[in-house]
Every structure is written in C-alpha cells, then in structure tokens.
C-alpha cells in the first residue's frame, strides 16, 4: 500500500505540480507575455497527462501478460530515462517527446499497476484503502509546489528536472514491492516447488487473459455509459493544473506566496479522498457514482467561480471545495470498476477508461491557452471548463438505473431457467418412479 501511495504521489504530485514547471518553461525558453509561447508551453503539461492516461488500455495488457510488478518496474526505468533526458534539451519542442511522451508512457506503465494490485489485497475496505493510496499524490501536491518555486528560482528549470529523477528512482525501487498472490492452489505449489519465491520477478500471475483487448467488458451497458460519462465530464479538469498559477500571477500580482492556491488544492484534496473514501466503503454497490455525480458538480461549479474571485481569499475558498470534491471523484474509480464488470475484467476496465479519458485531458489545457491568447484574459476559459463536467455528471445519473435494469433482466432470466431444471427434474423423477413401479410389478 505504500508502495502505490508513492507511486500516486510521485506521478500525479508532478503533473499537479506542473503550473510552476509552467511558469518556469516560459522564463526560459521565452518571455512570459509572449502569447504563442503560452499556447506551445501548455502542450508539453497536457501532452504529459493525456499520455499517462492514453497509455492505460496497453498497460491494463501488460499488467495481465506479465504481472504488476514487472509492469510498475519497466515503467519506471522509462519515465527516469524521459524525466532524466528532458533536463538536456535546449527549446521547449523537444520536450514534447522526452516529457510529454517518454516520461509520461513510463509514468502510465508504472501507475495502473498500483491501482489494479490493491483489489487483490483488500476487499472489505477498497474504498479506504484507494483512499489512502491516491491521497499521495496530494501529499506530493501540498509539498512539490514550494519545493519546485524554491528549486527553479535557485538552480533552475533543469537541474530541478534532475532532482526530479530521485522521486522517480524512488518509484523504480517501490514497483519491486508488488507481489501478487497466487491464482489457486496448484500455483501456489508449483512456485514452491520450482523455487521460484526466490526470484526478482516472480512469475506468478492473477490470471492469464483469454484476449488481448477484451472489449466484452463494453457489453455491460453501465460500464459502457461510465466511459462515455467520465471523459466527457474531463474536458475541463485539468485547466486549473496547468493554468491556474498563471492566471494567478496576472490576477493577483501583489500577492507573494501564489503557490499556495496549489497547496490549498493538494490539502483538501488528500482530505476527499480519505473521506470520501471511507463514506464509498458504506454505500452499496453501484449507488457510489453518485459520489462522481456530487464530485463533478461542484468541480464545474468552482471552474466557474474562479474568474469572479476578486480578493485572493475567495480563489483560496473556491480551490479549497473543488479539492475536496477532486479527491472524492479520484478515490472512487476503482472501487466503482470492480462493482461494475468484478475483479477478472476490473484490470482493462480500469485501463479503457483510463485511455478515454486522456483525450480530453490532451484538449483541454491547450484550448484554454488559446483562448486566452485570443481573449487577453482566462474568464472565458474557466466559465467554459466549467461546463463539461456538469454534463457529465448529468449522464453519470443514469448509471445506477442502468445496471439494476440489467441485474432484474438477469435474475428473471436465471430465475426462469432454475425452474425449467426444477421441472425437468421432476419429470425425470417421475419417470424413474414409473418405471421402477413397473419393473415392481413384474417382479410380483
């Protein structure tokens, strides 16, 4: 559990943490009001997150071939190898493939496996659990910000790239530690035999897939309308992340320790998703998507409020709640996946999703960069950013109908065909009984 809680908190405490890598790129490689640098800088942030999340559903297929640990452990040789080689480069281009793609692909294989290896150990209390796992990344989010402003005001934006590199060597270390259980007893015998507990990377899986890409999963409608839902819900979410420390410095020139709207973001955030955690753990079954439904209203709500803050107090109050309500939407996905297709299907139903929702996550900042390039200002893109999520959770709503219409369609359907084997083993009851009473007779 430590072990994916750091994963969590040095993959998403980086990408949360990257308005400052931001502000940063611009002082480096050009000037802060240069309206085309704004709109190619925002690139290299979301092309990181949507590619840590476009990488899922190939990573749900490793996982399944080749185990967690071996997953987690590659992932995070590649993401120091991207991370590492984005401190050498001289335009802000070729970080578009070094951090944009290296890095964020490493990240991706080294973070779905921290996800999928909990529901495997925990069971009772998931909820908590993941909780406590995602609440990392919002350890590293209150932290990173401060630790990044000091480092690339003192030693800049490169060196502060190498410093990076130790969380993710960190990382690297932590992948070891995912051991998967054995998926019967017959396994389990024949690791002991064979020697195998000895080995680095033991060879035990959960279980082998029966496909490479199992779009069976997209046959349960109420899964299918989460991964509708959740992207389109996305489209919004990340522009504070990325943007948000630069509206700030405009908005708010005066105010000296600007990095605290990231901190405040960060704190209730790790908040959210121990409660909230804890609070999916008693709601039934599928029910928890009303948690996401709540989650997504008052993140729309709180994008929009952004640009009518006037006193940085109330920008401070308004990322307080959407903090708390992003760790309520956070802590939940997976204990919403294994409810919805179960703990066989839950490693690419987790990875599907993760994909689709890369797309808007990808579009999103950049959109927002252009619009204020062309705008002058960011009201319009937070009043904008603020819509989809409200969509999204709209369309959440009808989850829970859904997948008890499914569950009644089941039950009469498994109903029906207990009673045919009743009735026709009690024709075939019958006609033993018959033919013994005939056989009897002759006898007499």
Known sequence: MLAAMWCNGSVFGIQNACGVLFVSMLKTFGSKDDDKMVFKTAWVSSLSMGMIFFCCPIVSVFTDIFGCRKTAVVGAAVGFVGLLSSSFVSSIEPLYLTYGIIFACGCSFAYQPSLVILG?????????????????????????????????????????????????FVLFLAGFTYRPFASSA????????????????????????????????????????????????????????????KYVNERFQDEKNKEVVLMCIGITSGVGRLLFGRIADYVPGVKKIYLQVLSFLFIGLMSMMIPLCSVFGGLIAVCLIMGLFDGCFISIMAPIAFELVGAQDVSQAIGFLLGFMSIPMTVGPPIAGLLRDKLGSYDVAFYLAGIP????????????????KKQREVTKTTGGEKMEKMLANQNSLSSSSAIFKKESDSVI
């Open 389 to 404: 999520p409200l969509i999204g959770g709209a369309v959440l709503c009808f989850i829970p109908w859904v997948h008890s």
């Open 120 to 168: 495997h150990y925990f069971k009772k209390r998931l909820g908590l659990v993941n909780g406590i796992v995602t609440a990392g990344s919002s350890i590293f989010t209150i932290l990173l910000p401060f630790l990044l402003r000091v480092l690339t005001d003192s030693v800049g934006l490169f060196h502060t790239l190498r410093v990076l590199c130790i969380f993710v």
């Open 186 to 245: 017959k396994d389990k015998d024949g690791t002991t035999k064979g020697g195998n507990r000895l080995s680095l990377f033991s060879r035990r899986k959960f279980s082998p897939p029966k496909k490479i890409f199992n779009f069976a999963i997209f046959k349960v409608t109420a899964y299918a309308v989460w991964a509708v839902g959740i992207p389109l819900a996305l489209f919004g979410y990340f522009v504070p992340y990325v943007h948000l420390m």
